[in-house]
């Protein structure tokens, strides 16, 4: 890759012709590579790909930050190299599609399985209940997951069934859902709060509810 200065970065990709080409294939090739050291090397998640399904997924990355970049060139000021700049919006691209397809990647049937492992492990925990309470614990129990199903908003019930049914981090939750941990903590809460509301409101003591919860979160 031809060394420019800030200057001859943006003359060139500004030029028409083939000096214009020629700047956009140094740096495609400087954004491939980086988006390639990336994914090798700074998402954990991705150790299981080869080397040539981290190159393909890297090329996608690059030639979508080149186009983000371009429309974005206005922008530059100047205040740091043009590459540091330029390493931005790969990293970006790279990041931002990662979170998507995770979140695509999120199973709905292996949320229904963790649902139904938890319901079988509350319902068969502690010392053996008596016929009628094992019913109105099994009914509490069957509530509980139709108000998840039914009454909770969709990020209140991928919050839910990641953290307290998949068992799944606070920080890879915020990741699935795109948003900060501090954010994830006031979805789970109103979720919680929501849930205590519509229990309360089928007439079940706050000792049920909080027996529930303490098996359960």
Not at 26 to 51: M, Q, T
Not at 116 to 136: C, G, H, M, S, Y
Request: glycine share 2%.
């Amino acid at each position: 890759m031809a060394q420019r200065t800030n200057a001859e970065w943006l003359n060139d990709l500004q030029q028409p012709g083939d000096v214009q080409a020629s700047a956009l294939a140094d740096l495609r090739e400087y954004l491939l590579r980086a988006a390639f050291v990336y994914l090798r090397d700074g998402r954990s998640e991705l150790h299981h790909l080869s080397s040539d399904d981290l190159m393909e997924m890297a090329e996608d990355f690059a030639q979508n930050a080149l186009i983000t970049l371009q429309a974005n060139l206005h922008k530059f000021r100047g205040d740091a190299k043009f590459t540091t700049w330029a390493y931005r919006f790969v990293i970006n691209e790279a990041a931002g599609e990662l979170r998507k397809r995770r979140y695509r990647d999120f199973s709905w049937d292996e949320a229904a399985e963790r649902e139904t492992a938890v319901f079988t492990q509350l319902l068969q925990a502690d010392r053996p209940l008596d016929p009628t309470l094992q019913a109105e614990r099994e009914e509490l129990i069957r509530f509980l997951v139709n108000i998840i199903e039914t009454e909770l908003k969709e990020r209140q019930r991928i919050a839910i069934l990641c953290v307290h049914f998949q068992g799944r981090s606070m920080q890879e939750t915020a990741e699935i859902l795109e948003t900060s941990p501090n954010t994830l903590y006031k979805t789970l809460h109103d979720a919680r709060k929501k849930i205590k509301a519509k229990l309360l409101a089928r007439h079940y003591s706050m000792g049920d509810i909080l027996a529930l919860f303490d098996s359960l979160w």
